[in-house]
């Protein structure tokens, strides 16, 4: 692992000449590629700064395209508010980190130095975590699939395992005999009642078979030997906090009773989905989806390839369906969500208040909103091609894989950052003519966009220009990346603004 000293001292914006011809540089960064209706990124200070540094081409040239940047500084940031909020509550917490959003193991370093836990979601990922120096005792397995290989690491370090289904807990078991230890479980719990509806879930026992077979579940062959049951887990799909109110007030009661037959049950672990919110502008994200609609029912000009639905269709001058999208834009988020949580209703007290009242230590496994504001996916220009109907397709060294998740679109402007400067009178980059169009990948299909949104570029586009996907450190660099036509997985690089150094990730070199 080599270093790479970036010149110009605090990334500085090494463009010379007035405060005013920065500033406008700085501006353009953030105009130079907008959505037709715009969907403007919160952006850390170190993205701007490296967005408004020269250095910014040779790093692509070197690493290649696209490129993954990271900076930790934005993650001891999350990790301590949220710490934060349950000091002030005077509630016993701990937070494990979900490695699937990101697999950079320079995180890990983080986890180890400020002492919070991991959460592994494969048998690769418990692998490096203890690699990594990582205790045992700081980590939990939540794989939704665990192998008898897995559920042996695990036992054998003093991993947690969360019991998914009674195949799981009888395998674990009977490992654990066979190696004369214990496997150390907590149980998944789902389809708990909200509002009258059941919140279904592929994962975890149904709360309803719990109440009924517990007892029969953990007094089967070697369970009662071999396992303790020292936790209790949930995971809810999306980001109410009224839904988790609604878990807590089932769960807690069922934690009493499992105490009562001999249980030492420690810990309730809420699993992660704390929100956090990628835009500016909640105006913003309104008026897209207000468009959007209007655009599917014919009404306005398109804003998405082919006038992509994104979830949603029209049918006789109606809009059915539900938005396939993260919720770019919410409020609130991260520690602010934490604590309304935390204050909830819960019987005669607080949800805060009901955990305390047990001496549970709360847990929870947040992955994306930890990694907010943590990275940017960089990708090189390669070519520009007007269609027939006036669109231009930008051609960019990367595929769809490596900035996308489940959802149909990552809707958040990117920003273009030109390779060769151009000052102008008022230090504009660049004066071609404006150009709008989309971003293309590199597989050879008619779906490869990289963007769905139509994007305007106010001074045009060139070849070797970058264009920077912000914040995309939570499942976006990672969760779905492929190497399909043999192409090569994005390299990661972490930035020390103190060192002024970019280097690379130790994933680099498994």
């Not at 897209?288 to 609609?293: G, P, T």
């Not at 989309?438 to 050879?444: D, M, N, R, S």
């Not at 280097?503 to 680099?508: A, G, V």
């Given at each position: 692992?080599s270093?790479n000293p970036?010149?110009?001292?605090?990334f500085?914006?090494?463009?010379?000449g007035?405060s005013?011809?920065?500033k406008?540089?700085?501006?353009?960064v953030l105009?130079n590629?907008?959505?037709?209706?715009?969907?403007?990124?919160?952006?850390?200070?170190?993205?701007l700064r490296?967005?408004?540094n020269?250095?910014?081409?040779?790093?692509?040239?070197e690493?290649?395209?696209?490129?993954n940047?990271?900076?930790d500084?934005?993650?001891?940031?999350?990790i301590?508010?949220l710490?934060?909020?349950?000091e002030?509550?005077?509630?016993?917490?701990?937070?494990y980190?979900?490695?699937k959003?990101?697999?950079?193991l320079g995180f890990l370093?983080?986890?180890?130095e400020?002492g919070?836990?991991?959460d592994?979601?494969?048998?690769?990922?418990l692998?490096?975590?203890?690699?990594?120096?990582?205790p045992g005792d700081?980590?939990?397995?939540?794989a939704?699939?665990k192998?008898?290989?897995?559920?042996?690491l695990?036992?054998?370090?003093?991993v947690?395992i969360v019991?998914?289904n009674a195949d799981?807990?009888?395998?674990?078991?009977?490992i654990a005999?066979q190696?004369?230890?214990e496997?150390?479980?907590?149980?998944?719990v789902s389809?708990?009642?909200h509002?009258g509806?059941?919140?279904e879930?592929?994962f975890?026992?149904?709360?309803s078979?719990?109440?009924?077979?517990?007892?029969q579940?953990m007094?089967?062959?070697?369970?009662?030997?071999?396992v303790?049951?020292t936790?209790v887990?949930?995971h809810?799909?999306?980001y109410?906090?009224?839904e988790?109110?609604?878990?807590l007030?089932e769960l807690?009661?069922l934690?009493?009773h499992?105490?009562t037959?001999?249980?030492?049950?420690?810990f309730l672990?809420?699993g992660?989905?704390?929100p956090?919110?990628y835009l500016?502008?909640?105006?913003e994200w309104?008026i897209?989806?207000?468009?959007?609609?209007r655009a599917?029912m014919?009404?306005?000009?398109?804003?998405?390839?082919?006038?992509?639905?994104?979830?949603l269709m029209a049918?006789n001058?109606?809009?059915?369906g539900?938005r396939n999208?993260y919720?770019?834009w919410q409020?609130?988020?991260?520690g602010?969500?934490f604590e309304?949580?935390?204050d909830?209703?819960?019987g005669?007290?607080?949800?805060a208040?009901?955990?305390k009242k047990?001496?549970?230590?709360?847990?929870?496994e947040?992955?994306?909103s930890?990694?907010?504001?943590?990275?940017?996916t960089i990708a090189?220009?390669?070519y520009?091609?007007q269609?027939?109907?006036?669109?231009?397709?930008?051609g960019?060294?990367?595929n769809h894989?490596?900035c996308?998740?489940?959802?149909?679109?990552f809707?958040?402007?990117?920003?273009?950052?030109?390779?060769h400067?151009?000052?102008?009178?008022?230090?504009?980059?660049?004066?071609n003519p404006?150009?709008?169009g989309?971003?293309?990948?590199?597989?050879?299909t008619?779906s490869?966009l990289?963007?769905?949104r139509?994007?305007?570029f106010?001074?045009?586009?060139?070849?070797g220009?970058?264009?920077v996907?912000?914040?995309?450190?939570?499942?976006?660099?990672h969760f779905?990346?492929?190497?399909?036509h043999?192409?090569?997985?994005?390299?990661?690089?972490?930035?020390n603004e103190?060192q002024?150094?970019i280097?690379?990730?130790?994933?680099?070199q498994?």
């Open positions: 692992m270093d970036v010149q110009g001292g605090q500085e914006e090494t463009t010379a007035s005013d011809e920065a406008d540089q700085q501006r353009d105009t590629c907008q959505g037709v209706l715009p969907l403007a990124a919160r952006l850390e200070p170190w993205m490296l967005c408004n020269q250095k910014l081409a040779p790093l692509v040239n690493y290649g395209s696209p490129l940047v990271l900076n500084r934005s993650f001891r940031r999350n301590a508010r710490y934060q909020v349950a002030s509550q005077q509630l016993p917490f701990d937070l980190f979900a490695r959003a990101n697999k950079c370093d983080v986890v180890q400020l919070c836990g991991v592994t979601a494969s048998e690769p990922e692998e490096q975590t203890l690699k990594k120096g990582v700081k980590i939990v397995c939540t939704a699939v192998s008898a290989h897995l559920l042996d695990c036992i054998e370090n003093g947690t019991i998914d799981e807990l009888r395998i674990a078991a009977y005999c190696k004369n230890k496997a150390l479980i907590a149980v998944r389809e708990f009642e509002q509806t059941t919140l879930s592929r975890g026992f149904a709360i078979v719990l109440r009924n077979h517990f007892h579940l007094n089967q062959e070697h369970v009662s030997e071999c303790r049951l936790g887990q949930f809810l799909n999306g109410c906090v009224e988790r109110v609604s878990a007030r807690l009661p934690i009493d499992w105490r037959e001999g249980h030492d049950i420690q672990d809420i992660g989905g704390f956090m919110s500016k502008s909640r105006q309104s897209f989806w207000l468009e959007h609609s599917l014919g009404r306005r000009s398109v804003i998405t390839y082919r006038n992509h639905g994104l979830g049918v001058d109606q809009i059915y539900e999208s919720p770019y409020s609130p988020v991260q602010e969500w309304q949580l935390l909830s209703s819960c005669l007290t607080t949800v208040g009901a955990i047990r001496e549970l230590e709360l847990r929870c947040p992955g994306r930890l990694l907010d504001g943590c990275g940017m090189r220009v390669e520009r091609k269609r027939s109907n006036g669109d231009w397709m930008i960019l060294a990367m894989t490596q996308r998740t489940s959802n149909d679109d809707l958040v402007d990117p920003l273009l950052v030109p390779s400067p151009v000052q102008t009178g008022r230090g504009s980059f660049s004066n404006p150009m709008e989309y971003l293309v990948g590199a597989y050879c008619e490869e990289l963007a769905l139509k994007l305007k106010s001074n045009g586009i060139s070849v220009d970058n264009i996907f912000p914040n995309t450190a939570g499942y976006l660099m779905r990346e492929s190497r399909s043999q192409f090569p997985l994005a390299k990661n690089v972490f930035l103190t002024d150094t280097q690379l990730d130790e994933i680099e498994i």
